[in-house]
Protein backbone atom coordinates (compact mmCIF):
# COMPACT_ATOMS: atom_id res chain seq x y z
CA UNK A 1 0.00 0.00 0.00
CA UNK A 2 1.21 3.54 -1.10
CA UNK A 3 -0.32 7.03 0.43
CA UNK A 4 1.66 10.23 0.42
CA UNK A 5 1.58 12.06 3.48
CA UNK A 6 1.52 16.11 3.28
CA UNK A 7 -0.17 18.92 5.33
CA UNK A 8 0.83 22.58 6.16
CA UNK A 9 0.64 24.09 2.69
CA UNK A 10 -0.92 27.33 3.95
CA UNK A 11 -2.80 28.45 1.35
CA UNK A 12 -3.08 32.26 1.72
CA UNK A 13 -0.43 32.73 4.03
CA UNK A 14 1.58 36.52 3.42
CA UNK A 15 4.79 37.42 3.24
CA UNK A 16 4.79 41.15 4.55
CA UNK A 17 8.17 41.62 5.66
CA UNK A 18 9.61 40.77 1.69
CA UNK A 19 7.09 42.60 0.77
CA UNK A 20 8.93 45.68 1.63
CA UNK A 21 11.31 44.50 0.18
CA UNK A 22 10.62 43.39 -3.62
CA UNK A 23 6.62 43.29 -3.80
CA UNK A 24 7.74 41.41 -7.54
CA UNK A 25 8.99 38.77 -5.01
CA UNK A 26 6.00 38.85 -2.42
CA UNK A 27 3.93 38.10 -4.93
CA UNK A 28 5.60 35.06 -6.89
CA UNK A 29 6.29 33.73 -2.91
CA UNK A 30 2.16 34.25 -2.47
CA UNK A 31 1.68 32.41 -5.72
CA UNK A 32 4.43 29.42 -5.00
CA UNK A 33 2.47 27.70 -2.57
CA UNK A 34 -0.78 27.33 -4.44
CA UNK A 35 1.70 25.73 -7.12
CA UNK A 36 3.68 23.77 -4.58
CA UNK A 37 -0.02 22.58 -3.39
CA UNK A 38 -0.74 21.61 -7.18
CA UNK A 39 2.80 19.35 -7.62
CA UNK A 40 2.14 17.78 -4.23
CA UNK A 41 -1.71 16.72 -5.86
CA UNK A 42 0.24 15.79 -9.02
CA UNK A 43 2.90 13.63 -7.04
CA UNK A 44 -0.54 11.63 -6.05
CA UNK A 45 -0.92 11.64 -9.56
CA UNK A 46 2.52 10.37 -10.86
CA UNK A 47 2.89 7.72 -8.14
CA UNK A 48 -0.50 6.17 -8.55
CA UNK A 49 -0.86 6.08 -4.63
CA UNK A 50 -3.85 4.57 -2.58
CA UNK A 51 -4.67 7.74 -0.87
CA UNK A 52 -3.40 11.00 0.37
CA UNK A 53 -3.78 12.28 3.82
CA UNK A 54 -3.62 15.84 4.55
CA UNK A 55 -2.44 16.58 8.45
CA UNK A 56 -3.81 20.17 8.82
CA UNK A 57 -2.90 23.82 7.98
CA UNK A 58 -4.31 23.07 4.59
CA UNK A 59 -5.34 26.87 5.03
CA UNK A 60 -3.35 29.66 6.68
CA UNK A 61 -6.61 31.22 8.07
CA UNK A 62 -9.76 30.65 9.51
CA UNK A 63 -11.25 32.59 6.35
CA UNK A 64 -9.28 31.31 3.17
CA UNK A 65 -9.79 33.74 0.00
CA UNK A 66 -12.56 32.24 -2.79
CA UNK A 67 -9.23 31.82 -4.69
CA UNK A 68 -7.19 29.47 -2.65
CA UNK A 69 -10.62 28.01 -1.16
CA UNK A 70 -11.30 27.06 -5.25
CA UNK A 71 -7.85 26.10 -5.93
CA UNK A 72 -7.91 23.55 -2.88
CA UNK A 73 -11.07 21.92 -4.59
CA UNK A 74 -9.53 21.87 -7.94
CA UNK A 75 -6.84 19.65 -6.21
CA UNK A 76 -9.46 17.50 -4.44
CA UNK A 77 -11.46 17.01 -7.94
CA UNK A 78 -8.54 16.08 -10.12
CA UNK A 79 -7.49 13.15 -7.57
CA UNK A 80 -11.50 12.37 -7.46
CA UNK A 81 -10.99 11.90 -11.30
CA UNK A 82 -8.25 9.34 -10.71
CA UNK A 83 -10.55 7.54 -7.87
CA UNK A 84 -7.78 9.10 -5.13
CA UNK A 85 -9.59 9.12 -1.57
CA UNK A 86 -8.24 11.90 0.51
CA UNK A 87 -8.73 12.02 4.21
CA UNK A 88 -8.20 15.60 5.68
CA UNK A 89 -8.15 17.07 9.30
CA UNK A 90 -8.04 20.66 10.49
CA UNK A 91 -5.04 22.45 11.76
CA UNK A 92 -4.27 25.23 14.40
CA UNK A 93 -4.60 27.51 11.67
CA UNK A 94 -7.89 26.20 9.99
CA UNK A 95 -9.88 24.97 12.97
CA UNK A 96 -12.59 22.13 12.57
CA UNK A 97 -15.36 24.51 12.85
CA UNK A 98 -14.43 27.29 9.87
CA UNK A 99 -14.51 24.34 7.41
CA UNK A 100 -18.83 24.19 7.77
CA UNK A 101 -19.00 26.25 4.65
CA UNK A 102 -16.64 24.08 2.65
CA UNK A 103 -17.67 20.87 3.60
CA UNK A 104 -20.60 20.51 0.91
CA UNK A 105 -18.73 21.49 -1.51
CA UNK A 106 -16.18 18.79 -1.24
CA UNK A 107 -16.14 16.17 -4.37
CA UNK A 108 -16.91 12.36 -3.33
CA UNK A 109 -13.50 11.10 -2.69
CA UNK A 110 -13.02 14.15 0.09
CA UNK A 111 -13.17 13.11 3.87
CA UNK A 112 -13.28 15.62 6.32
CA UNK A 113 -12.85 14.13 10.17
CA UNK A 114 -13.42 15.96 13.25
CA UNK A 115 -11.25 17.62 15.89
CA UNK A 116 -13.37 17.01 19.03
CA UNK A 117 -12.91 13.31 19.14
CA UNK A 118 -11.11 10.48 17.39
CA UNK A 119 -12.58 9.17 14.24
CA UNK A 120 -12.04 5.68 12.33
CA UNK A 121 -12.50 5.39 8.54
CA UNK A 122 -11.68 2.15 6.09
CA UNK A 123 -10.16 2.57 3.31
CA UNK A 124 -10.87 -0.74 0.68
CA UNK A 125 -8.90 -1.65 -2.23
CA UNK A 126 -10.16 -4.08 -4.33
CA UNK A 127 -12.98 -4.37 -2.49
CA UNK A 128 -11.32 -5.47 0.88
CA UNK A 129 -10.47 -3.68 3.52
CA UNK A 130 -6.93 -2.88 3.12
CA UNK A 131 -6.07 0.20 6.28
CA UNK A 132 -8.02 1.00 9.21
CA UNK A 133 -7.38 5.22 9.54
CA UNK A 134 -8.00 6.99 12.88
CA UNK A 135 -7.59 10.67 12.99
CA UNK A 136 -8.24 13.42 15.41
CA UNK A 137 -7.86 17.26 13.81
CA UNK A 138 -6.61 20.21 15.62
CA UNK A 139 -8.18 20.88 19.41
CA UNK A 140 -6.80 22.81 22.28
CA UNK A 141 -6.29 20.31 25.00
CA UNK A 142 -6.48 20.67 28.98
CA UNK A 143 -2.94 20.86 30.30
CA UNK A 144 -2.07 16.96 31.14
CA UNK A 145 -4.34 15.83 27.92
CA UNK A 146 -3.26 13.56 25.51
CA UNK A 147 -5.04 14.17 22.24
CA UNK A 148 -3.83 10.78 21.05
CA UNK A 149 -6.49 9.28 23.28
CA UNK A 150 -8.51 6.61 22.17
CA UNK A 151 -6.53 6.62 18.99
CA UNK A 152 -5.53 2.74 18.99
CA UNK A 153 -5.44 -0.34 16.20
CA UNK A 154 -7.62 -2.05 18.95
CA UNK A 155 -10.08 1.04 19.43
CA UNK A 156 -10.43 1.68 15.01
CA UNK A 157 -10.87 -2.54 14.30
CA UNK A 158 -13.77 -2.46 17.57
CA UNK A 159 -14.90 1.15 15.56
CA UNK A 160 -14.92 0.12 11.89
CA UNK A 161 -16.01 -3.27 12.84
CA UNK A 162 -13.13 -5.21 10.66
CA UNK A 163 -9.67 -6.14 10.69
CA UNK A 164 -7.36 -4.98 7.78
CA UNK A 165 -3.90 -5.20 7.23
CA UNK A 166 -2.53 -2.20 8.17
CA UNK A 167 -4.04 0.65 10.60
CA UNK A 168 -2.63 4.58 10.10
CA UNK A 169 -2.92 7.30 12.91
CA UNK A 170 -3.35 11.07 11.54
CA UNK A 171 -3.24 14.29 14.27
CA UNK A 172 -2.07 17.78 14.21
CA UNK A 173 0.02 18.02 17.07
CA UNK A 174 3.29 19.44 17.86
CA UNK A 175 4.65 16.24 19.83
CA UNK A 176 7.48 17.07 21.97
CA UNK A 177 8.75 19.44 19.50
CA UNK A 178 5.85 21.90 20.29
CA UNK A 179 4.06 20.61 23.56
CA UNK A 180 1.78 23.29 24.22
CA UNK A 181 0.24 22.26 20.65
CA UNK A 182 -2.27 19.32 20.97
CA UNK A 183 -0.11 16.88 23.06
CA UNK A 184 0.99 13.95 23.30
CA UNK A 185 4.35 11.72 23.28
CA UNK A 186 5.76 9.18 21.28
CA UNK A 187 5.57 6.63 23.48
CA UNK A 188 1.87 7.00 23.27
CA UNK A 189 2.07 6.99 19.70
CA UNK A 190 4.53 4.04 19.65
CA UNK A 191 2.27 1.95 21.94
CA UNK A 192 -1.28 2.48 20.00
CA UNK A 193 -0.34 -0.30 17.50
CA UNK A 194 0.05 1.60 14.28
CA UNK A 195 1.71 0.95 11.58
CA UNK A 196 2.48 4.57 10.92
CA UNK A 197 1.56 8.10 12.33
CA UNK A 198 1.25 10.75 9.97
CA UNK A 199 1.00 14.13 12.22
CA UNK A 200 1.37 17.84 10.69
CA UNK A 201 2.00 20.97 12.78
CA UNK A 202 6.08 20.49 12.42
CA UNK A 203 7.25 22.70 9.42
CA UNK A 204 10.24 20.13 9.06
CA UNK A 205 10.11 16.49 7.99
CA UNK A 206 10.95 14.06 11.12
CA UNK A 207 11.25 10.49 10.88
CA UNK A 208 11.27 8.24 13.62
CA UNK A 209 13.04 5.67 13.75
CA UNK A 210 14.65 6.24 10.68
CA UNK A 211 15.03 2.49 9.30
CA UNK A 212 11.52 1.75 9.58
CA UNK A 213 8.93 5.34 10.28
CA UNK A 214 6.11 4.54 12.53
CA UNK A 215 6.10 8.32 13.21
CA UNK A 216 6.22 10.98 10.64
CA UNK A 217 6.11 14.78 10.34
CA UNK A 218 5.83 15.65 6.89
CA UNK A 219 6.93 19.21 6.66
CA UNK A 220 5.52 21.96 4.43
CA UNK A 221 5.31 21.59 1.00
CA UNK A 222 6.66 25.26 0.34
CA UNK A 223 8.98 27.26 2.35
CA UNK A 224 7.63 30.83 3.82
CA UNK A 225 10.29 32.73 5.53
CA UNK A 226 14.06 32.05 6.22
CA UNK A 227 13.66 30.05 8.99
CA UNK A 228 12.47 27.28 5.98
CA UNK A 229 15.12 26.31 4.55
CA UNK A 230 16.34 24.30 2.22
CA UNK A 231 13.83 21.92 -0.26
CA UNK A 232 10.19 21.38 0.97
CA UNK A 233 7.62 18.96 0.04
CA UNK A 234 6.06 15.55 1.05
CA UNK A 235 6.05 12.34 2.23
CA UNK A 236 5.70 9.04 -0.04
CA UNK A 237 4.65 6.19 2.17
CA UNK A 238 5.00 2.41 1.13
CA UNK A 239 3.55 -0.27 3.58
CA UNK A 240 4.39 -3.86 3.24
CA UNK A 241 3.61 -6.01 5.42
CA UNK A 242 6.45 -7.67 7.29
CA UNK A 243 8.62 -5.60 5.98
CA UNK A 244 9.94 -2.06 6.79
CA UNK A 245 8.04 1.40 5.97
CA UNK A 246 9.98 2.85 3.07
CA UNK A 247 9.36 7.02 3.48
CA UNK A 248 10.66 8.62 0.22
CA UNK A 249 10.70 12.57 0.17
CA UNK A 250 9.01 14.55 -2.55
CA UNK A 251 9.87 17.74 -3.08
CA UNK A 252 7.01 20.19 -4.10
CA UNK A 253 9.13 23.84 -3.04
CA UNK A 254 8.66 26.41 -6.06
CA UNK A 255 10.99 28.96 -4.34
CA UNK A 256 14.01 27.89 -1.59
CA UNK A 257 15.11 29.69 0.88
CA UNK A 258 18.74 29.90 1.67
CA UNK A 259 21.62 30.88 3.84
CA UNK A 260 25.16 31.21 2.81
CA UNK A 261 28.11 32.88 4.47
CA UNK A 262 30.68 34.15 1.57
CA UNK A 263 34.35 34.49 2.84
CA UNK A 264 35.38 37.99 0.93
CA UNK A 265 38.86 38.27 1.96
CA UNK A 266 40.25 37.30 -1.56
CA UNK A 267 37.84 39.87 -2.87
CA UNK A 268 40.01 43.12 -4.64
CA UNK A 269 36.35 45.32 -5.20
CA UNK A 270 32.59 45.63 -5.29
CA UNK A 271 32.63 43.42 -8.44
CA UNK A 272 34.45 40.90 -6.89
CA UNK A 273 32.04 40.42 -3.95
CA UNK A 274 29.08 39.97 -5.98
CA UNK A 275 30.90 37.84 -8.32
CA UNK A 276 31.51 35.46 -4.90
CA UNK A 277 27.86 35.83 -3.54
CA UNK A 278 26.16 35.02 -7.11
CA UNK A 279 29.09 31.59 -6.81
CA UNK A 280 27.57 30.86 -3.31
CA UNK A 281 24.26 31.22 -4.30
CA UNK A 282 24.56 28.93 -7.08
CA UNK A 283 26.25 26.65 -5.07
CA UNK A 284 23.69 26.49 -2.43
CA UNK A 285 20.88 26.24 -5.41
CA UNK A 286 22.90 23.10 -6.55
CA UNK A 287 21.63 21.01 -4.10
CA UNK A 288 18.13 22.25 -4.06
CA UNK A 289 14.94 21.02 -6.06
CA UNK A 290 14.21 24.09 -7.98
CA UNK A 291 15.70 26.97 -9.78
CA UNK A 292 14.12 29.90 -8.01
CA UNK A 293 15.70 30.90 -4.23
CA UNK A 294 15.62 33.91 -1.75
CA UNK A 295 18.86 33.79 -0.19
CA UNK A 296 20.52 35.17 2.95
CA UNK A 297 24.21 36.11 2.96
CA UNK A 298 26.44 36.37 4.96
CA UNK A 299 30.14 38.43 4.29
CA UNK A 300 32.69 37.37 6.27
CA UNK A 301 36.47 36.80 6.50
CA UNK A 302 39.72 40.06 7.07
CA UNK A 303 39.73 42.48 4.12
CA UNK A 304 40.26 46.01 3.30
CA UNK A 305 36.69 46.21 2.07
CA UNK A 306 35.26 46.36 6.00
CA UNK A 307 35.03 49.90 6.55
CA UNK A 308 32.89 50.37 2.97
CA UNK A 309 30.84 47.04 3.97
CA UNK A 310 29.68 48.29 7.09
CA UNK A 311 28.50 51.08 5.93
CA UNK A 312 24.97 50.31 5.92
CA UNK A 313 23.95 52.48 2.65
CA UNK A 314 27.15 50.83 0.82
CA UNK A 315 25.39 47.44 2.35
CA UNK A 316 22.07 48.08 0.53
CA UNK A 317 23.18 49.39 -2.19
CA UNK A 318 25.55 46.37 -3.07
CA UNK A 319 22.20 44.27 -2.37
CA UNK A 320 20.45 46.02 -4.63
CA UNK A 321 23.07 45.52 -7.48
CA UNK A 322 23.42 41.78 -6.16
CA UNK A 323 19.81 41.47 -6.98
CA UNK A 324 19.75 42.81 -10.89
CA UNK A 325 22.62 40.22 -11.43
CA UNK A 326 21.10 36.85 -11.36
CA UNK A 327 16.94 37.03 -11.79
CA UNK A 328 16.31 33.82 -10.53
CA UNK A 329 17.87 34.70 -7.20
CA UNK A 330 16.71 37.11 -4.46
CA UNK A 331 19.08 38.45 -1.68
CA UNK A 332 16.44 39.87 0.99
CA UNK A 333 19.65 40.70 3.48
CA UNK A 334 23.41 41.13 3.10
CA UNK A 335 24.77 41.45 6.75
CA UNK A 336 28.23 42.10 7.15
CA UNK A 337 30.29 40.17 9.77
CA UNK A 338 33.65 41.06 7.93
CA UNK A 339 36.89 42.47 9.85
CA UNK A 340 39.59 44.76 9.15
CA UNK A 341 43.04 43.81 7.82
CA UNK A 342 45.12 43.89 10.94
CA UNK A 343 48.24 43.05 12.00
CA UNK A 344 48.34 41.75 15.19
CA UNK A 345 51.52 40.81 15.94
CA UNK A 346 52.67 44.67 15.09
CA UNK A 347 49.68 46.07 17.39
CA UNK A 348 50.47 43.77 20.32
CA UNK A 349 54.06 45.28 20.23
CA UNK A 350 53.34 48.53 20.67
CA UNK A 351 52.59 50.49 23.37
CA UNK A 352 48.90 51.00 23.27
CA UNK A 353 45.61 49.94 25.05
CA UNK A 354 45.34 47.60 21.85
CA UNK A 355 48.20 46.59 22.36
CA UNK A 356 47.93 45.98 26.03
CA UNK A 357 44.68 44.68 25.31
CA UNK A 358 46.37 41.83 22.72
CA UNK A 359 48.64 40.87 25.34
CA UNK A 360 45.89 40.24 27.67
CA UNK A 361 44.62 37.96 25.57
CA UNK A 362 48.04 36.33 24.88
CA UNK A 363 48.36 35.89 28.24
CA UNK A 364 45.22 33.68 29.09
CA UNK A 365 45.69 30.02 29.48
CA UNK A 366 43.18 27.73 27.28
CA UNK A 367 42.14 26.32 31.31
CA UNK A 368 41.54 29.84 32.82
CA UNK A 369 39.79 30.98 29.02
CA UNK A 370 37.55 28.08 29.73
CA UNK A 371 36.42 28.71 33.39
CA UNK A 372 35.99 32.28 32.68
CA UNK A 373 33.92 31.08 30.50
CA UNK A 374 32.07 28.69 32.31
CA UNK A 375 31.63 31.24 35.13
CA UNK A 376 29.88 33.80 32.54
CA UNK A 377 27.40 30.62 31.35
CA UNK A 378 26.71 29.81 34.96
CA UNK A 379 25.66 33.16 35.61
CA UNK A 380 23.08 33.54 33.19
CA UNK A 381 21.71 29.71 33.95
CA UNK A 382 23.84 28.07 30.99
CA UNK A 383 25.69 25.51 30.78
CA UNK A 384 28.59 25.61 28.32
CA UNK A 385 28.53 24.08 24.97
CA UNK A 386 30.79 20.75 24.97
CA UNK A 387 31.95 21.72 21.13
CA UNK A 388 33.94 25.38 22.73
CA UNK A 389 36.48 23.64 24.81
CA UNK A 390 37.77 22.26 21.20
CA UNK A 391 37.07 25.61 19.31
CA UNK A 392 39.07 28.10 21.97
CA UNK A 393 41.53 29.56 19.70
CA UNK A 394 38.74 30.86 17.00
CA UNK A 395 36.72 32.05 19.95
CA UNK A 396 39.67 33.74 21.42
CA UNK A 397 40.66 35.40 17.87
CA UNK A 398 37.07 36.46 17.08
CA UNK A 399 36.70 37.89 20.68
CA UNK A 400 39.84 40.24 19.87
CA UNK A 401 38.74 41.13 16.43
CA UNK A 402 35.54 42.17 17.90
CA UNK A 403 36.96 44.23 20.83
CA UNK A 404 39.44 45.94 18.28
CA UNK A 405 36.60 46.84 15.72
CA UNK A 406 34.82 48.62 18.73
CA UNK A 407 37.49 50.62 19.42
CA UNK A 408 37.85 51.98 16.20
CA UNK A 409 34.64 52.80 16.02
CA UNK A 410 34.63 54.33 19.01
CA UNK A 411 37.38 56.51 18.20
CA UNK A 412 35.54 57.17 14.62
CA UNK A 413 32.63 58.24 16.54
Known amino acids: MTFIHSGDIHLGAPFRGLRALSPAWADRLA ?90 SVFRKDGHPCALIAARGFSNMEKGADIAAGMTRAAAE ?15 SGLWMDPYKAPTSEKALLAAGMDYWALGHIHKSYLMPEHDPRIAFCGCVQGRDIKETG ?72 TPLHKTLSDPLALEALRKELNESYPSFYCDALVCETEAVRDKAKIASSNTFEGALLRGFASDSDDALLAYLQEEFAARGLTVPRCVASHLDSIAARAEDTALSLLEEGRSR
Open 158 to 172: RACGVEAPFCIGMLH
Open 231 to 302: PRGCLKATLVQGEPNKVEFIATSQVEWGRVRVDVSECAGSDAVIAACVRAAFAENAGGSCEEMVVRIVLEGA
Open 31 to 120: TAIPDAYDAMIQACIDHEVDFLLLAGDVFDTDKPSYAHYRRFLAGLKRLESRHIPVYIIAGNHDPFATWHDIVADLPSNAHLLPSDAPSF
